[in-house]
């Protein structure tokens, strides 16, 4: 007899499920969490993110890449650590999207311009996040609720482990360059900025451009 412990459970309540499933299991536990509270984890970070997702926890559907919808993200800062702009990349396709924060970078403008931001994806396109301990996703619990998206944290200064989001950072330095007071940028020149990396051919992709990527699996709602 096959039995299936608790672990598989949870992820199959938390992770799978979508829409007002996951909202409604969130009005029925006494704790009104959205995802599990992992036991004996206590990160660098102290108490900020001992109930979140672990990148352990990730589904192995998102490491082989096949479905698109899930995004690694991090942010790109300024001199002195004074400004930011918020990275964000689809693992399938690499396609990237900006986030304009052009005040402080603290967790509640992170938060309310991701959700603006990803908040326009359809659906299909917002599976899961992956993002580093900082403090700015203080309030991803926000996040998660508002776009219905899980949001999975890597393990403590592993940035590795977010590649794609790493290796696209690197390209942004050419507009986004080092030393720079990057709240100069509106919202308008991040999305300018955005279009042409997305138009820019990529190996990985047999020389497409992610925004021909993103568009064909758009295109095929059996793939998305």
């Known amino acids: 007899m096959e039995r299936v412990c608790h672990k598989t459970i949870y992820q199959a309540l938390y992770v799978q499920g979508r829409g007002g499933l996951r909202r409604e299991l969130a009005k029925q536990l006494s704790t009104g969490r959205i995802q599990r509270k992992p036991r004996g984890t206590v990160d660098g970070r102290g108490k900020l993110y001992r109930e979140a997702f672990t990148i352990a926890e990730r ?51 992170v938060a309310e311009a991701m959700i603006k931001q990803m908040g326009k994806l359809p659906e299909q396109l917002r599976q899961s996040l992956t993002w580093d301990r900082g403090v700015e996703m203080a309030r991803y619990r926000d996040i998660t609720l508002k776009l219905d998206m899980p949001i999975y944290f890597c393990d403590p200064h592993s ?41 820019r051919p990529r190996p990985t992709l047999d020389l497409k451009t992610p925004a021909q990527a993103l568009a064909e699996q758009l295109a095929n709602p059996a793939a998305a």
């Open 59 to 109: 589904p192995a559907i998102v490491e082989d890449r096949a479905v698109p919808g899930h995004w690694e993200g991090d942010l790109v800062v300024g001199t002195a650590n004074g400004s930011a702009v918020g990275t964000l990349v689809e693992r399938t396709t690499r396609f990237v999207m900006l986030l304009h924060i052009p005040g402080r970078h603290d967790a509640d403008s």
């Open 159 to 199: 940035p590795w482990q977010r590649g794609s989001n790493e290796n696209t950072n690197r390209l942004l330095r050419h507009w986004l360059t080092k030393g720079t007071d990057l709240s100069r940028f509106t919202a308008k020149d991040l999305d300018t900025i955005a279009a042409k990396l997305n138009a």
